[in-house]
């Protein structure tokens, strides 16, 4: 079967010398792998986004201490909490729009992306040489 898939390849090769068969298939494995990523992504800041907002019902409905010292330490304590949450929502969804943003720009200009990472693979050789 290997033997079949190289015939193949060499045949396209030689009627299509512009085209590459086996960079169309990582092309659209890496962009089906994008888009994958993005709605994983998607999916834990739906949850973080749950978690977060059950926090902060939790907290909102516990009653504060009278006390001056426990009470700024209670507050301190929520703000912390619920921050830390809604930062690790913000960061799982800033990724699912980055990974869904660059999902669509792979798919409507493919070429704009392979330049670019052309560029960035000359750039690292050349500063790897130097």
Known sequence: MATDMNALYHRHMIMHPGFDLKTEWEFK?????????????????????????????????????DQYTARNITVTIRTAVG????????????????????????????DAVSATSKDANKQTK???SL
């Not at 888009?35 to 902060?56: D, E, K, V, W």
């Not at 960061?91 to 869904?100: D, K, S, Y």
């Open 126 to 128: 050349d500063e790897t």
């Open 29 to 65: 494995s890496q962009c089906v792998g994008l888009c994958r990523g993005a709605i994983q992504a998607s999916f834990f800041t739906y949850l973080l986004f749950l978690f977060s907002t059950n926090i902060s019902k939790y907290f909102g409905g516990q009653d504060l201490p």
């Open 83 to 110: 921050g830390l949450a809604y930062l690790a929502t913000f960061i799982f969804g800033a990724n699912a729009l980055g990974l869904a943003g660059l999902t669509l720009k792979l798919a409507f200009f493919p």
